[in-house]
């Protein structure tokens, strides 16, 4: 059974930096697309970053210049860089997998951003 187990969340005041991991058991884990997603409360999850099989990122608007989305193939795990952060950066964090109708999510990590 694929597995996708975020860790990293925590409490931080703003302008402090967290770092998201996400652990996949996945066979052939390079060939996926890997992104991450966040849902404040009472709002629509909403993307936040992906990086393709190939390293190509892209980044929403609202974290470009802040946050980082990296991917280690031989560990089997996407990273999430996030710096600058503020209290709109309050959300549950998700992991996500891609690849072809496989499509994989984890369960989330909380960040907390106190201003």
């Known amino acids: 059974q694929v597995q996708l187990v975020e860790s990293g969340g925590g409490l931080v005041q703003a302008g402090g930096s967290l770092r998201l991991s996400c652990a996949a058991s996945?066979?052939?884990?390079?060939?996926?697309?890997l992104g991450w997603y966040r849902q404040a409360p009472g709002k629509q999850r909403d993307w936040v970053a992906s990086i393709t099989s190939g390293g190509t990122t892209n980044y929403a608007d609202s974290v470009k210049g802040r946050f980082t989305i990296s991917r280690d193939n031989a560990k089997n795990t996407v990273y999430l860089q996030m710096n600058s952060l503020k209290p709109e950066d309050t959300a549950v964090y998700y992991c996500t997998a891609r690849l072809g109708a496989n499509d994989y999510w984890g369960l989330g990590t909380q960040v907390t951003v106190s201003s």
């Open positions: 996945l066979t052939i884990f390079r060939l996926y697309n």
